[in-house]
Every structure is written in structure tokens, then in C-alpha cells.
């Protein structure tokens, strides 16, 4: 109820990996991805399929065993069926994931050993291929700020876009920390220059860990809320910011608590109460 109430969109966090899509070549499981589609059908959320080449999740049958042949048959059927499956009522791909290190240079991943960095474009023309309805953007991790990284990749952006293969958009996933966080001017400079490219821009897997912080709660989230409302308002103050997405809703269901360690980086408790935060970003917005 919360999640159609509240939101006007949704990603699946696991669902369209190709892991869970597809665990063997000739198996297809849509299951998961399904159910989210009847919801955001039945409630007229947008859905953003997430994520077709990535270097993690893959199912074990994608390996550093296959040729480069292989690896792009394997591909170009994976592209082939999961993207008409969804066919207009997904109308956002993110088409490639975190192909970028920190510093800018191309990320070893399967991909870059066996096709070097020639596969991004690839995948985009490939994605325009069987999604030709779809927008299809590039999503990555510390590219929220002008640096190194997002650098490069307006640099990699612009040139599929020279090439002529068609790429809409850029995804900040915008995983903070509290205090560790790029500022609303250095994130709103940085939206503008992708939105000058010609690009959309989704802040595409906000959450904001705190943790590390001290004192009594309420002052932790208020904390937190303060790097929600800059984050909210320099995608407002940017036309070409165009979604604001959140890696979960309630601090109950988090990949941090697992990854990094127990916290309470969402917008709503884990009793599905609202948190500071949740005001800042209404507030914002
Ligand atoms: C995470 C999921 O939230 C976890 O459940 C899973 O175990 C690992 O992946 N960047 C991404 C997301 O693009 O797909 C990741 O999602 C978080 C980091």
C-alpha cells in the first residue's frame, strides 16, 4: 500500500539480473520480475528493467571459460528474450552497469576481457536492437559529484553518442554516507553537465547509511535527512533531472545491513513510519 501510495515508479533490485532471469541457457525465469510488472501495471508505476551487462550477478554459466564468440551469442539471446518479454511496458533499460573503476579507467570485468571497451557501445546498439521503444541508459557508483569517474564517463557517453547508437540517459546510483557525501553544488554541476550532453539524469539507488554516527537517534536521522533534502533538491533544480529512485523504502529490507553492516538508510522505519527523511524529500521536492 505504502509503495503505490507513496512512489510513481519501480526497479526491480534483483528481479531482471541476468542471474535471475536466466540461470541456464535454456531456462527463463520471470516470476519475480512478473509480479512487479502486474503491480506497476495495475498501479500505473513506471518500471526501469535493471541490469542487462553487469560484471556481478551473472548467472555461473557466463564465464571467463567462453570465447569471445560465445560470449556474444550468449549476449545477444540473453538481449533477444528478455527484452521483448517486457517489450513497451518497460520503457527505461539500464542497458550497461558499473563498466567504469574509480579512476576512470575501464573496470576488468568478463566483458572487457573478451570484447575490450568496444562492448559498451555494443550493448546500447544491441539494447536499441530488440528495445527500440526503450530509453536506455548507463548506470554506475561514485559518479555522483564532478570527479574522475563521472569524467570518464561523460567521456564514454559521448562517444556511443558520436557514433551514432543511441543512449538517453545516465543513473547516479547515489549510495551515500552520511558526511562522506559529494555537496548539492558539486551534484547539481555535475547533473547540468550531463543534462548539456543531451542526457537524462536518474538518481537511480539512493540510500544513506549512518551507522557511524553518534548520539540519540533522532538526531542521527535528522542527519540523514539533511543529505536527502540536498540530493532531492539538486535533481529538482536540474531539468535534466528526471527520477529519483531509492534502493528500498523501509529500513526493514536493506542490502546495506548486509553488505556493509546494520543500518537505517531509507526514508521509512522498519515499522514503515515515516523517518525525517522522508520529510526532507517531500520537503524538497
Ligand atoms: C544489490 C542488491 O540490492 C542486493 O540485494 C544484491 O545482493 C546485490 O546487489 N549497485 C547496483 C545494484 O547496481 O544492482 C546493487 O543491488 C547495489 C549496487
Redesign the pocket.
Known sequence: ALLVEQFGGETP??AT?WGSVQPDPETWDFSAADSMLELAQEYDLRMKG??LV?H??LPSWVSESMSAEELSLAMETHFAEILPHFGSSVEDW?VV??ALEWNGAMRESIFYSKFGSAYVQDAFALAAKYAPHARLFY???SIEGINSKSDATAKLLEEIQKAGVPVHGVGL?M?LTHGNAPSREDISANIQRFGDLGLLVHI??MDVQIRHLQGPETDRFLAQAMTYYDVTAACVENSACEQLTF??YTDRY??ID??FGEDDPLLYDEDLLPKAARDAVHQAL
Do not use: A, L
Request: glycine fraction near 4%; proline fraction near 0%.
Open positions: 533490485e534483483n539480473k535493471h541490469t553487469w556481478s550477478q539500464d552497469n558499473e548506470n554506475d557508483y546510483q549510495h537511480s539507488e534502493w528500498g536493506s542490502w548486509s553488505w
